[in-house]
């Protein structure tokens, strides 16, 4: 079965910490995404990787940044996290044939 | 702007009865996807159902069926015989394609 995992289901940092999140996919795909939800806004998107070490800014990439280094594995890096980054954060990837699988989510305290 | 509007933040539905959650969507682009997922306390994103612009027939996956009005650029999903396993957040989504990649451009959601 296909699986995309997170590094962290919970998350607590300090204001000013760099944070990375992790996430690791097992399917070969090419395409990754990562997403942040908030209630009453849904998910918006990030920022996304087409390929090793290709990325496009997604909706919401200020404050943000990624790394994808290898194909299976896209991070999210906040170089200097900030109270209003907590939320939850949802990596997810796209298979060939068209359906977005998605990891468990972290949820992210900034404090 | 391409956008997906769900203005139902909240619905109530009674076990065995079906339920419709609304979704209307935005865009210029004449190949799109639509897509619903689920969203259960755990906060697992759960993929329910999907419908191509292309596609003539409404899409079913089981007890969920997906009420495609291309000209009205609406794409409810409807849940038949409801269970008390169904209450969840459920997401609409739309996959546009760019030069790149394809993205998912989400609603706000709805709780069941």
């Known amino acids: 079965d296909v699986k995309v995992t997170q590094s962290s289901r919970y998350l607590v940092k300090r204001t000013g910490e760099k944070v990375f999140l992790e996430c690791v996919q097992d399917?070969?795909?090419?395409?990754m995404f990562w997403y942040r939800q908030d209630p009453g806004l849904g998910l918006r998107l990030i920022y996304f990787s087409y390929d090793v070490k290709m990325k496009e800014k997604g909706d919401i990439p200020e404050g943000y940044s990624v790394s994808r280094e290898k194909k299976e594995r896209f991070s999210l890096i906040l170089e200097s996290a900030s109270t209003n980054q907590t939320s939850m954060y949802l990596c997810?990837?796209?298979?060939?044939?068209?359906?977005?699988?998605f990891g468990p989510g972290t949820r992210l305290t900034v404090l | 702007a391409q956008k997906i509007t769900q203005t139902q933040p909240g619905m109530f539905v009674q076990e065995k009865e079906a339920v419709t959650l609304d979704c209307t969507y935005d865009t210029s682009d004449q190949s799109y996807g639509l897509f619903w997922y689920k969203q259960p306390s755990s906060g697992e994103m759960i993929f329910l159902i999907y419908?191509?612009?292309?596609?003539?027939q409404n899409a079913t996956e089981g007890r969920y069926s997906l009420n495609f009005q291309k000209a009205r650029k609406s794409a409810n999903l409807v849940i038949s015989a409801s269970q008390l396993g169904d209450s969840a957040m459920y997401f609409c989504a739309m996959r546009l394609y760019t030069g790149t990649a394809s993205k998912l451009t989400f609603g706000t959601g709805t709780r069941l």
């Open positions: 419908q191509g612009s292309y596609d003539e």
């Open positions: 399917m070969d795909h090419e395409n």
């Open positions: 997810a990837s796209r298979h060939p044939q068209g359906n977005y699988v």
